[in-house]
């Protein structure tokens, strides 16, 4: 009886362990925690935050957000605006409405003829919206919309806004007035200079503001006349405004927030914002909120200090990733970078490389590099804890790639080129000699070629001496193709471009487009896992393909919706886990024998003899990794047979290049019990048993 009992515990606790395991797919890690956020509104006490890839609501004060997005598409929020009964999102696909706080959303707008709605607004039960093909008004709470801009000579609107009766529309060529619900509009700009209107704003019952490129202006007419207030804010394009009665705010391009308490007449920094870019400013419940590129500030004392809060956004741009002896390092085009000390279950910020923008990470043998959008290349000769400007004398700070073996570094800027450095980038000499485009979107060391991927162009350039020379290897490629990166796998190459994945079996000589499976074909990106290849679209689609790009299949289940905001920028894998890196969505992972069927040995140690390994996890619930090896190159057939010996599963059967391969056996669909697996290659064979824990 005692042994009974033991035995019934033990299985109590591995069902306990192995409960909840779902299907596979990608999932979200811990962290990054930032984002871009676009705008801020509130229904009562819970806050409202667009971003650049749907709404996540804060129920305290800011503290913690949550995705709200259910019903939207993965797109950029341009504003949120608030009523009383409803919440809209205008957003890239139009509008869509919740009415019970963001639980659900549906697309109310019906009868506008452009997709880009900017900003909303109302008079008493009057909706108004702002987009790329002039205003729209409803009656019936945004069920449909009706075109009133008559009188108007510009129909790319950015914003509206109303004080009282009066509806003010800002455009590319200033502001517009209309008394009578958009039924008539007339020119209201006088005094105003600086062409857009980037935000208007209303204080009191008699102000409105709009904000250009030659800072804010104020009219207490109805905008009859306009007043310039900018006086010492500099900069001075303002894009956002806060107005409140004894201070305002605004958030000026490149150069964060600024404060006045006297009306305009004094401008100064908010100096504990610390983020050039401020999307939108909010007061609810006596609290003040900013709204930034890496989340949102909080003041809860009037604006006299802010404190920065994001987390639970899951919205950071991630453009690279980088393994290193610190951990995995990711690479952000906005919110700097983060670091993981777990394969990429956890993510927290990694202060040490100083800047918010990062296109490319790459190490050499003694050195890491950092490719910035604003402030050059940076280098690290201590492990990522110091980082240098290096390439200095390159005047263009903005770097679109790097890349490193053993001494050699190259790196190629915006505008000014392309560079190498042969000595971990103490000097740098330009690259010139033969790579006739230095629009390079990446170069890949591959042995002891070197190959650059030019976007503009659509050429690929290969270097066979350490980048000394260059000669353009592209045939077989379309016009202007706009190559993203170039990979190897079992010595065929792989190239994303905009049209497709192109496969060379020839070292570049020759190209051939295999989309077969596919149904986005815009590619940014490309990675070789041993035999197994991934590819990543503009549009969000992830692919995989084990027979060197014959035939692809998707890897999207738990990636956000298709959508130019979850566009696939970058696969890595650390250790045990694979990471796919999104713009505007972060970081997804999930264990890489999911994925990869095949790890070649890193170090070229081929096994010297046949081998099938035990499985792991051993019980399992429900998938587990099988690992074998083949000294040879042959046909392999591994299978899953039950207690009867009856064949229930396949897990591979075909043509396998000698080495060491890792496989996951996904077995949702069979029940509790032990079974078995077995591998036969040529006159080798081999069973092992297994436990299905359910």
Same mark, same amino acid.
């Given at each position: 009886?005692?042994?009974?009992?033991?035995?019934?515990?033990?299985?109590?606790?591995?069902?306990?362990?192995?409960?909840?395991?779902?299907?596979?797919?990608?999932?979200?890690?811990?962290?990054?925690?930032?984002?871009?956020?676009?705008?801020?509104?509130?229904?009562?006490?819970?806050?409202?935050?667009?971003?650049?890839?749907?709404?996540?609501?804060?129920?305290?004060?800011?503290?913690?957000?949550?995705?709200?997005?259910?019903?939207? %598409?993965?797109? *950029?929020?341009?504003?949120?605006?608030?009523?009383?009964?409803?919440?809209?999102?205008?957003?890239?696909?139009?509008?869509?409405?919740?009415?019970?706080?963001?639980?659900?959303?549906?697309?109310?707008?019906?009868?506008?003829?452009?997709?880009?709605?900017?900003?909303?607004?109302?008079?008493?039960?009057?909706?108004?919206?702002?987009?790329?093909?002039?205003? &729209?008004?409803?009656?019936?709470?945004?069920?449909?919309?009706?075109?009133?801009?008559?009188?108007?000579?510009?129909?790319?609107?950015?914003?509206?806004?109303?004080?009282?009766?009066?509806?003010?529309?800002?455009?590319?060529?200033?502001?517009?007035?209309? %008394?009578?619900?958009?039924?008539?509009?007339?020119?209201?700009?006088?005094?105003?200079?600086?062409?857009?209107?980037?935000?208007?704003?209303?204080?009191?019952?008699?102000?409105?503001?709009?904000? #250009?490129?030659?800072?804010?202006?104020?009219?207490?007419?109805?905008?009859?006349?306009?007043?310039?207030?900018?006086?010492?804010?500099?900069?001075?394009?303002?894009?956002?405004?806060?107005?409140?009665?004894?201070?305002?705010?605004?958030?000026?391009?490149?150069?964060?927030?600024?404060?006045?308490?006297?009306?305009?007449?004094?401008?100064?920094?908010?100096?504990?914002?610390?983020?050039?870019?401020?999307?939108?400013?909010?007061?609810?419940?006596?609290?003040? *909120?900013?709204?930034?590129?890496?989340?949102?500030?909080?003041?809860?004392?009037?604006?006299?200090?802010?404190?920065?809060?994001?987390?639970?956004?899951?919205?950071?741009?991630?453009?690279?990733?980088?393994?290193?002896?610190?951990? #995995?390092?990711?690479?952000?085009?906005?919110?700097?970078?983060?670091?993981?000390?777990?394969?990429?279950?956890?993510?927290?910020?990694?202060?040490?490389?100083?800047?918010?923008?990062?296109?490319?990470?790459?190490?050499?043998?003694?050195?890491?590099?950092?490719?910035?959008?604003?402030?050059?290349?940076?280098?690290?000769?201590?492990?990522?804890?110091?980082?240098?400007?290096?390439?200095?004398?390159?005047?263009?700070? &903005?770097?679109? #790639?790097?890349?490193?073996?053993?001494?050699?570094?190259?790196?190629?800027?915006?505008?000014?080129?392309?560079?190498?450095?042969?000595?971990?980038?103490?000097?740098?000499?330009?690259?010139?000699?033969?790579?006739?485009?230095?629009?390079?979107?990446?170069?890949?060391?591959?042995?002891?070629?070197?190959?650059?991927?030019?976007?503009?162009?659509?050429?690929?350039?290969?270097?066979?001496?350490?980048?000394?020379?260059?000669?353009?290897?592209?045939?077989?490629?379309?016009?202007?193709?706009?190559?993203?990166?170039?990979?190897?796998?079992?010595?065929?190459?792989?190239?994303?471009?905009?049209?497709?994945? *192109?496969?060379?079996?020839?070292?570049?000589?020759?190209?051939?487009?295999?989309?077969?499976?596919?149904?986005?074909?815009?590619?940014?990106?490309?990675?070789?896992?041993?035999?197994?290849?991934?590819?990543?679209?503009?549009?969000?689609?992830?692919?995989?393909?084990?027979?060197?790009?014959?035939?692809?299949?998707?890897?999207?289940?738990?990636?956000?919706?298709?959508?130019?905001?979850?566009?696939?920028?970058?696969?890595?894998?650390?250790?045990?886990?694979?990471?796919?890196?999104?713009?505007?969505?972060?970081?997804?992972?999930?264990?890489?024998?999911?994925?990869?069927?095949?790890?070649?040995?890193?170090?070229?140690?081929?096994?010297?003899?046949?081998?099938?390994?035990?499985? &792991?996890?051993?019980?399992?619930?429900?998938?587990?990794?099988?690992? &074998?090896?083949?000294? #040879?190159?042959?046909?392999?057939?591994?299978?899953?047979?039950?207690?009867?010996?009856?064949?229930?599963?396949?897990?591979?059967?075909?043509?396998?290049?000698?080495?060491?391969?890792?496989?996951?056996?996904?077995?949702?669909?069979?029940?509790?019990?032990?079974?078995?697996?077995?591998?036969?290659?040529?006159?080798?064979?081999?069973?092992?048993?297994?436990?299905?824990?359910?």
């Amino acid at each position: 009886m005692q042994k009974l009992f033991r035995l019934s515990v033990s299985t109590l606790l591995l069902g306990l362990i192995f409960m909840g395991v779902s299907n596979a797919q990608w999932q979200v890690p811990s962290g990054p925690d930032a984002g871009v956020v676009n705008c801020l509104a509130n229904q009562d006490s819970i806050i409202f935050a667009g971003t650049l890839s749907g709404v996540y609501k804060s129920t305290d004060s800011g503290l913690t957000w949550t995705n709200a997005s259910s019903g939207l %598409p993965t797109t *950029y929020i341009y504003d949120i605006y608030s009523t009383p009964s409803s919440i809209y999102a205008c957003c890239f696909e139009g509008i869509f409405r919740t009415d019970d706080l963001g639980d659900s959303w549906t697309e109310t707008d019906n009868g506008i003829s452009t997709d880009n709605v900017y900003s909303m607004t109302s008079i008493d039960t009057v909706l108004f919206a702002a987009t790329m093909n002039g205003v &729209y008004r409803s009656v019936d709470n945004g069920n449909f919309w009706t075109r009133v801009d008559t009188g108007m000579t510009d129909p790319f609107v950015n914003n509206v806004t109303a004080l009282g009766a009066y509806l003010f529309a800002g455009t590319d060529e200033g502001v517009y007035m209309s %008394p009578d619900h958009g039924d008539t509009w007339e020119y209201a700009n006088n005094g105003i200079t600086g062409g857009s209107i980037h935000a208007m704003g209303i204080l009191g019952r008699s102000q409105v503001f709009a904000g #250009t490129n030659d800072g804010i202006f104020v009219s207490t007419d109805q905008g009859a006349n306009w007043t310039s207030i900018t006086n010492n804010l500099v900069p001075t394009a303002v894009y956002s405004m806060g107005l409140y009665s004894d201070r305002m705010f605004v958030g000026v391009a490149k150069g964060g927030a600024f404060v006045s308490t006297d009306q305009g007449s004094t401008w100064n920094p908010v100096v504990q914002i610390d983020n050039p870019y401020i999307g939108d400013f909010l007061s609810n419940n006596g609290m003040l *909120y900013a709204s930034s590129a890496d989340g949102v500030y909080k003041s809860t004392d009037n604006g006299d200090t802010w404190n920065s809060y994001s987390a639970g956004f899951h919205a950071s741009s991630v453009r690279v990733f980088l393994n290193t002896e610190a951990g #995995t390092l990711a690479g952000t085009f906005d919110n700097g970078a983060f670091i993981s000390h777990d394969d990429g279950l956890t993510w927290e910020p990694f202060p040490n490389i100083n800047t918010s923008g990062i296109r490319g990470l790459a190490k050499s043998n003694s050195a890491l590099f950092a490719a910035t959008l604003t402030d050059g290349l940076l280098r690290s000769t201590d492990g990522g804890d110091t980082w240098e400007r290096v390439m200095s004398s390159v005047r263009d700070t &903005y770097i679109r #790639t790097v890349a490193a073996q053993g001494n050699t570094v190259l790196s190629a800027t915006f505008s000014a080129g392309a560079y190498r450095s042969t000595d971990n980038g103490d000097s740098w000499s330009p690259l010139s000699s033969g790579l006739t485009d230095t629009d390079i979107e990446s170069f890949t060391f591959i042995g002891s070629d070197i190959y650059a991927s030019t976007t503009f162009s659509g050429f690929i350039f290969r270097s066979t001496d350490d980048g000394e020379t260059w000669t353009q290897s592209s045939n077989g490629l379309s016009n202007y193709s706009s190559v993203h990166k170039v990979v190897e796998a079992d010595n065929y190459l792989f190239a994303a471009a905009g049209d497709g994945v *192109y496969v060379s079996d020839d070292g570049g000589n020759n190209w051939t487009l295999r989309n077969n499976g596919m149904t986005s074909t815009l590619m940014l990106t490309v990675e070789a896992f041993g035999s197994t290849v991934l590819a990543g679209t503009a549009e969000g689609y992830a692919y995989k393909t084990t027979d060197y790009g014959i035939t692809w299949t998707s890897i999207n289940d738990g990636l956000p919706p298709y959508g130019y905001t979850s566009a696939i920028e970058a696969f890595n894998k650390s250790g045990q886990n694979l990471m796919c890196a999104t713009f505007s969505t972060g970081i997804f992972w999930r264990p890489a024998g999911e994925i990869i069927t095949s790890v070649r040995d890193e170090n070229n140690n081929m096994p010297k003899e046949f081998a099938l390994s035990q499985n &792991y996890p051993n019980p399992f619930n429900p998938t587990t990794q099988i690992s &074998y090896s083949i000294p #040879t190159d042959g046909m392999v057939h591994i299978d899953v047979y039950n207690a009867l010996g009856e064949r229930v599963a396949e897990i591979v059967n075909g043509f396998k290049r000698a080495g060491s391969y890792d496989v996951a056996f996904n077995a949702s669909h069979l029940a509790s019990g032990v079974y078995y697996y077995r591998i036969e290659s040529g006159s080798f064979t081999s069973t092992k048993k297994m436990i299905l824990l359910r």
